[in-house]
């Protein structure tokens, strides 16, 4: 606010109307920051949105050109070259050294005397783009490039660009990049840029890694990180610059989403730490889709699978995979009279998350059976993944599963639970969300594109194609749910990982000219967990 106060304070003053047009342009900038039109974002969510935007095909080069850009331009707006004085960019060897290389060479071409001092020799940038951009600039005459680490450059500096960290700080600053932040700091310059983030500074936290550079103006890129607000004092100015993101990156889930989410196996790990899944389903009517759901839990992931299933097809669910741990209860159904045993199983087995709903039939004594069931484990605070037969024993006037539990409705299923049609667009997506917020839960509605609210997040997902409309796909993707609510935690997260996941696999099928059924996508589950990225722009392109 006292930012803020002062340039109105300036705009009273006798300026030029071209200052004027900038104090304006300032003043609506902050105003936003401060009515909250920027949204905070997590360096995590950053990194997510890139990869997203480069499964696009949109490469990093081009964001790193326009947040360049971006940064050259606040400095323009500010000084023009003769008050400058000299320029010089600091610049660091990752993506945020691009950056201020990508400025000076923009504020070259405006005429301003620009000079770069590297933290680190050329053959240290590990940052592709950052190289691309390096080699660019040395071969041009009027950048002078230093010798890295150069402190003495920095005297007598009018304006200096902090490019060295970024978002990418770890741990308190070492030389050679504390040594250069520390004598930045001392240096009276006529104004100190951070690009992104002020080195030093948590950009998610705003905690300061033993020393922060102190910038007048930072110049932070597509959306507002939250440490910058907690630590104005060393952020100065905040101006949240559009380098160009397509809001597809945003909305829908990518391969940044996996990449960023999904965890590596730990070199620790032992069977059951990644997962214990316990699929509650089947009938003497159905048995393939209780397996196809532990079978595909397994390919994405998890570690055991348990069928908890009626005695009666025991055997024939246990003859589709030796993977597969079976667990009977009397009967050919569920019932109310299995429900002491299925609450002793999951006693025993412990099971990270509990699947309800493949195969389970709908006889009205096992609809009854459920609803008992989902309110116990309400109540013991279990993972829930309901789906199938399950959800038609859901009570949308009374249920309520305290953020737990993740329903993976078609749209008669949820017309079925709620008496609500899905339209298509964001009138939709509210439908959805309104209804999350009811249950407390998280839905994954499939659709054409698929949308996953918690009521209070929103994605869409588009991924997937008509051959998957058969039966036994819904089941695998109820599987790959909760592996993924085992391994991250975040039923949001999970769903809307899921959904991207089952919906890649049945068009990596597709366009490999493969038959698109349950059983073949989950055999190339795996592949696209691990390679999301370079299967994403193959299958698409």
Same mark, same amino acid.
């Given at each position: 606010?006292?930012?803020?106060?002062?340039?109105?304070?300036?705009?009273?003053?006798?300026?030029?109307?071209?200052?004027?047009?900038?104090?304006?342009?300032?003043?609506?900038?902050?105003?936003?920051?401060?009515?909250?039109?920027?949204?905070?974002?997590?360096?995590?969510?950053?990194?997510?949105?890139?990869?997203?935007?480069?499964?696009?095909?949109?490469?990093?080069?081009?964001?790193?050109?326009?947040?360049?850009?971006?940064?050259?331009?606040?400095?323009?707006?500010?000084?023009?070259?003769?008050?400058?004085?000299?320029?010089?960019?600091?610049?660091? /060897?990752?993506?945020?050294?691009?950056?201020?290389?990508?400025?000076?060479?923009?504020?070259?071409?405006?005429?301003?005397?620009?000079?770069?001092?590297?933290?680190?020799?050329?053959?240290?940038?590990?940052?592709?783009?950052?190289?691309?951009?390096?080699?660019?600039?040395?071969?041009?005459?009027?950048?002078?490039?230093?010798?890295?680490?150069?402190?003495?450059?920095?005297?007598?500096?009018?304006?200096?660009?902090?490019?060295?960290?970024?978002?990418?700080?770890?741990?308190?600053?070492?030389?050679?990049?504390?040594?250069?932040?520390?004598?930045?700091?001392?240096?009276?310059?006529?104004?100190?840029?951070?690009?992104?983030?002020?080195?030093?500074?948590?950009?998610?936290?705003?905690?300061?890694?033993?020393?922060?550079?102190?910038?007048?103006?930072?110049?932070?890129?597509?959306?507002?990180?939250?440490?910058?607000?907690?630590?104005?004092?060393?952020?100065?100015?905040?101006?949240?610059?559009?380098?160009?993101?397509?809001?597809?990156?945003?909305?829908?889930?990518?391969?940044?989403?996996?990449?960023?989410?999904?965890?590596?196996?730990?070199?620790?790990?032992?069977?059951?730490?990644?997962?214990?899944?316990?699929?509650?389903?089947?009938?003497?009517?159905?048995?393939?889709?209780?397996?196809?759901?532990?079978?595909?839990?397994?390919?994405?992931?998890?570690?055991?699978?348990?069928?908890?299933?009626?005695?009666?097809?025991?055997?024939?669910?246990?003859?589709?995979?030796?993977?597969?741990?079976?667990?009977?209860?009397?009967?050919?159904?569920?019932?109310?009279?299995?429900?002491?045993?299925?609450?002793?199983?999951?006693?025993?087995?412990?099971?990270?998350?509990?699947?309800?709903?493949?195969?389970?039939?709908?006889?009205?004594?096992?609809?009854?059976?459920?609803?008992?069931?989902?309110?116990?484990?309400?109540?013991?605070?279990?993972?829930?993944?309901?789906?199938?037969?399950?959800?038609?024993?859901?009570?949308?006037?009374?249920?309520?599963?305290?953020?737990?539990?993740?329903?993976?409705?078609? /749209?008669?299923?949820?017309?079925?639970?709620?008496?609500?049609?899905?339209?298509?667009?964001?009138?939709?997506?509210?439908?959805?969300?309104?209804?999350?917020?009811?249950?407390?839960?998280?839905?994954?509605?499939?659709?054409?594109?698929?949308?996953?609210?918690?009521?209070?997040?929103?994605?869409?997902?588009?991924?997937?194609?008509?051959?998957?409309?058969?039966?036994?796909?819904?089941?695998?993707?109820?599987?790959?749910?909760?592996?993924?609510?085992?391994?991250?935690?975040?039923?949001?997260?999970?769903?809307?990982?899921?959904?991207?996941?089952?919906?890649?696999?049945?068009?990596?099928?597709?366009?490999?000219?493969?038959?698109?059924?349950?059983?073949?996508?989950?055999?190339?589950?795996?592949?696209?967990?691990?390679?999301?990225?370079?299967?994403?722009?193959?299958?698409?392109?």
């Amino acid at each position: 606010m006292m930012i803020l106060t002062a340039i109105m304070d300036k705009m009273t003053e006798e300026v030029s109307a071209e200052d004027k047009i900038y104090y304006f342009f300032s003043i609506q900038n902050i105003y936003s920051i401060i009515k909250g039109d920027y949204m905070a974002i997590t360096v995590k969510d950053m990194r997510i949105i890139e990869l997203n935007t480069v499964s696009l095909g949109i490469p990093l080069i081009r964001l790193m050109e326009a947040a360049g850009k971006s940064v050259a331009e606040a400095i323009i707006s500010r000084l023009k070259p003769g008050e400058a004085g000299r320029i010089v960019v600091l610049v660091g /060897r990752g993506g945020n050294g691009g950056d201020g290389i990508v400025a000076a060479r923009y504020l070259d071409s405006f005429g301003y005397n620009v000079e770069i001092l590297p933290a680190y020799r050329e053959e240290l940038i590990n940052h592709p783009d950052t190289l691309e951009n390096y080699s660019i600039v040395k071969r041009l005459t009027t950048i002078k490039i230093h010798r890295p680490g150069r402190l003495d450059v920095l005297d007598g500096a009018g304006v200096i660009i902090d490019g060295l960290l970024g978002t990418g700080v770890k741990g308190e600053l070492r030389d050679p990049i504390k040594s250069i932040v520390e004598k930045a700091n001392k240096v009276n310059a006529k104004l100190k840029v951070a690009i992104d983030t002020p080195t030093g500074l948590n950009p998610d936290t705003g905690d300061i890694h033993g020393i922060a550079f102190k910038a007048d103006i930072t110049v932070t890129f597509h959306d507002l990180k939250p440490g910058l607000l907690k630590r104005k004092d060393i952020a100065g100015e905040i101006i949240v610059a559009d380098i160009g993101v397509p809001r597809d990156a945003t909305i829908y889930v990518g391969p940044g989403d996996i990449v960023y989410n999904v965890p590596d196996r730990p070199k620790d790990a032992h069977k059951g730490s990644s997962g214990r899944i316990l699929v509650i389903g089947g009938s003497n009517k159905y048995t393939g889709a209780p397996a196809l759901a532990g079978l595909a839990a397994l390919a994405a992931g998890s570690d055991l699978a348990f069928i908890a299933c009626p005695e009666s097809i025991r055997d024939i669910i246990a003859g589709y995979s030796p993977e597969l741990i079976t667990i009977p209860y009397p009967g050919k159904y569920l019932s109310i009279e299995s429900l002491d045993h299925i609450l002793k199983t999951i006693e025993e087995y412990r099971p990270h998350v509990i699947i309800v709903g493949p195969g389970l039939g709908r006889r009205p004594e096992t609809l009854e059976a459920v609803r008992r069931l989902l309110d116990k484990l309400v109540e013991e605070n279990k993972r829930i993944v309901i789906d199938a037969d399950a959800l038609k024993a859901i009570d949308y006037d009374r249920m309520k599963f305290k953020g737990k539990a993740v329903l993976t409705p078609h /749209r008669g299923e949820f017309k079925s639970i709620t008496g609500k049609t899905v339209e298509q667009g964001q009138e939709g997506a509210e439908t959805v969300a309104e209804a999350a917020r009811r249950l407390e839960a998280t839905i994954l509605l499939k659709a054409p594109i698929d949308i996953i609210s918690d009521g209070e997040r929103l994605k869409y997902n588009r991924t997937g194609n008509p051959y998957m409309a058969i039966g036994g796909t819904g089941d695998v993707l109820t599987g790959i749910v909760a592996s993924m609510y085992a391994l991250i935690g975040d039923p949001f997260v999970s769903a809307s990982i899921a959904a991207y996941i089952n919906g890649l696999a049945g068009d990596y099928l597709l366009k490999n000219g493969e038959k698109v059924s349950p059983t073949n996508i989950i055999k190339v589950i795996d592949k696209v967990i691990k390679d999301p990225l370079n299967i994403h722009i193959n299958t698409y392109t």
